[in-house]
């Protein structure tokens, strides 16, 4: 069992995996070692974590599609170091959220709030400074000149679960890579991806952007 059981509403349920959760099958994880990385991937491999941490600050549309095929939109807001929004459309009423520690789970319908650290989630290897991309990282052939595809697990904390983002050429973004998409997924092989398109960089972001309204409080009634 995992702190997504807790929830009880199946959108929600399904929603949060799909945040927490690249398109991979399952034996991915029974894979054997990959052998060192040549010189030239080794390269590459350090422009994309290049890339990945010179974000400083992003917005976007997203579109988050689960292994169903259930498809949510909103607005993506991020900003470095761990902070992230998902705010999603009209009539999807939830929110995901992270302060820089905490990814924090909002069900306005139900009135339910549940906090994850990133740390614990694939999402570390986006958010989390500490987390070592590099380390953990391997490039995954793309047949592509123009598209980088980066894989981050760490073998011995199989509960991280798997980050793959893809990167595509653009000098306009960070590092000359723009973050397109990736694909994630959790212990429980829940698996979903994220397409990010009309992305900004370098935006004022202020940081209560990271806030949010706990339906918990609104709904207490007096004593």
Same mark, same amino acid.
Request: proline fraction near 7%.
């Given at each position: ?39 030239? #991937?080794? =390269? +590459?491999? /350090?422009?994309?974590?290049?890339? !990945? %941490? &010179?974000?400083? $600050? @992003? *917005?976007? #549309?997203? =579109? +988050?599609? /689960?292994?169903?095929?259930?498809? !949510? %939109? &909103?607005?993506? $807001? @991020? *900003? ?144």
């Amino acid at each position: 069992m995992t702190h997504l059981t807790y929830f009880t509403r199946k959108p929600l349920h399904a929603a949060i995996a799909g945040v927490l959760a690249v398109a991979l099958p399952a034996t991915a994880l029974l894979a054997p070692a990959m052998p060192a990385v040549a010189a030239d #991937d080794s =390269t +590459q491999l /350090d422009q994309v974590v290049a890339a !990945l %941490r &010179g974000i400083s $600050t @992003l *917005k976007a #549309d997203f =579109t +988050q599609t /689960d292994r169903s095929g259930r498809t !949510l %939109r &909103g607005e993506l $807001t @991020l *900003k470095n170091p761990g902070k992230i929004r998902f705010e999603y459309a009209k009539g999807t009423n939830m929110l995901v959220v992270s302060d820089g520690s905490s990814l924090t789970f909002v069900d306005y319908e139900v009135n339910q709030v549940q906090r994850y650290p990133i740390k614990n989630s694939p999402l570390g290897a986006l958010l989390d400074p500490s987390r070592d991309v590099k380390k953990y990282g391997k490039l995954i052939p793309t047949g592509n000149p123009n598209v980088f595809s980066v894989e981050v697990k760490d073998p011995k904390k199989p509960e991280y679960g798997i980050f793959t983002a893809i990167m595509i050429k653009n000098a306009a973004a960070p590092g000359g890579l723009e973050l397109a998409n990736w694909v994630q997924i959790d212990a429980q092989n829940q698996r979903t991806v994220v397409r990010l398109t009309n992305q900004k960089y370098g935006v004022a972001v202020p940081d209560s952007a990271f806030k949010f309204r706990d339906p918990r409080r609104s709904s207490r009634r007096p004593g």
